[in-house]
Every structure is written in structure tokens, then in C-alpha cells.
């Protein structure tokens, strides 16, 4: 099946750093979402975008919906332990009603 | 407020035999979605229920079926199991039809041997 991609793939962070990631498609989207997946968890949904170009913020998260709505961005600020975990952007397509298309994964790693 | 629960939490089945795995979705939503997500990957999108009703499928064969309730829970069930059936099987529940805030269970992990 489809899958958006994202990147980076993995990443390792330091407790302090600010952290950004993007997701990619083809096709434009009406809705963007992030989750954070835990080992052995179901996703947990951080943030939802409605709109092209609309910034929204929860806590130390804020994520974008690219103005071309075919892409999306997530940025930490100031990470800690617990941001460890998998990044998973999703998207809505009207087309499609309320399917959700998932991306591939960021997967956050504190750095040794 | 309760949130999406599953069960059975792990399931272990042989090739070719039939599983059934339950949700409950979170109080006061009326959709259920249904995914697979395998090792690595990002969950894929199985079908949707609403109000009882099948409301989209993606590419899965009829042998995976579902089923909801009138009180909202809802039911996998995959006959005929396939190696490749193993995954995290994922139940997410929504307020409704458009609302695409979707909220997940832990999952259940079956594996086919």
C-alpha cells in the first residue's frame, strides 16, 4: 500500500537539542496528523493540521502543513529522554474518506 | 473517559487457521478504524466501521472481515492465516464520519507460525 515518506529515517539526539522532521507525498492531502509510537504501543496522536500553511503548537511540539499540502513538518524543542520513541506522520485524502495513509517513520534514538 | 482497548493482547495461530480480535472503542466515538502495521513499517489502513456499516477498505483480501456492535466495539477476523498475516493489529476509534482524529489501542500482536 502507499506510504508517505519520511525522513530522516533515524535520527539520534542529545537532551536539550531541537529536533525537526518532514514528511513527503505525491498526492495533496486535506489533513495532516502526528503520532509518537512507543515499543509495544498503539500511536499516540500529538497534533492534527486542517489547513495549508497552518502552524500549530503542543508544548515543546510544533508541526506545519506545507503550503503545497503535500507535505508536512514536525519540530521538538529542547528534546528529553521521553521524546524517545517513532515518529509517524499521517494524511487524509477527501477521495479516500477517512483513511489514513501513514508515512514510514522517524525514529528518534538518544545519542550514546 | 475510557480509552480504545484490544484483546487479546498476543496471539499465537498456525498457518491456515481463522482469528478473531475485539475492540472497544473510547467512550462517545462511533467509528472504528482497523490496521496492520508490520515489523518496521507504518500502520496500513484495513477498513473502517460506522454505525455498523463497512465505510472504505484498502487493499486486503475478503478473507479479512469485521464486524461492529451496536454498542460501537467492533471485530477482526482473518480466515485462513498466511505467514505474512503476522503483525501489530491495531484498532483506532473516531467521533465520526470526517472527524479524522483517530485514537489507538495498544494493539495486538499475532503471529503465524
Known amino acids: 500500500g502507499q506510504q508517505l515518506n519520511q525522513s530522516p529515517q533515524s535520527m539520534f539526539i542529545q537532551e536539550g537539542e531541537d529536533v525537526s522532521m518532514n514528511c513527503t507525498s505525491s498526492?495533496?492531502?486535506?489533513?495532516w496528523l502526528w503520532y509518537k509510537q512507543d515499543p509495544g504501543e498503539g500511536p499516540v496522536l500529538l497534533i492534527a493540521l486542517y489547513k495549508a500553511g497552518e502552524l500549530t503548537s503542543n508544548g515543546r511540539l510544533t508541526a506545519q502543513f506545507g503550503i503545497t499540502r503535500k507535505d508536512s513538518f514536525l519540530n521538538i524543542s529542547a528534546s528529553i529522554p521521553s521524546d524517545v520513541g517513532i515518529y509517524f506522520c499521517a494524511g487524509q485524502v477527501k477521495s479516500s474518506g477517512d483513511k489514513l495513509t501513514f508515512g514510514t517513520g522517524t525514529r528518534l534514538a538518544v545519542r550514546p | 473517559e475510557t480509552g480504545v482497548t484490544q484483546s487479546p493482547t498476543h496471539l499465537i495461530k498456525t498457518r491456515g487457521q481463522q482469528v478473531t480480535l475485539r475492540c472497544s472503542s473510547q467512550?462517545?466515538?462511533?467509528?472504528v478504524s482497523w490496521y496492520q502495521q508490520a515489523l518496521g513499517q507504518g500502520p496500513q489502513f484495513i477498513f473502517q466501521?460506522?454505525?455498523?456499516?463497512?465505510?472504505g477498505r484498502g487493499n486486503f483480501p475478503p478473507r479479512f472481515s469485521g464486524l461492529q456492535f451496536p454498542n460501537y466495539s467492533s471485530e477482526l477476523n482473518v480466515n485462513a492465516l498466511e505467514l505474512d498475516d503476522s503483525a501489530l493489529y491495531l484498532c483506532?476509534?473516531?467521533?465520526?464520519?470526517?472527524?479524522?482524529?483517530?485514537?489507538f489501542g495498544p494493539g495486538t500482536r499475532l503471529t503465524v507460525t
Open positions: 467512550s462517545g466515538h462511533n467509528t
Open positions: 466501521y460506522y454505525r455498523e456499516e463497512e465505510n
Open positions: 483506532a476509534s473516531s467521533l465520526g464520519l470526517g472527524v479524522y482524529e483517530q485514537y
Open positions: 498526492s495533496i492531502f486535506n489533513t
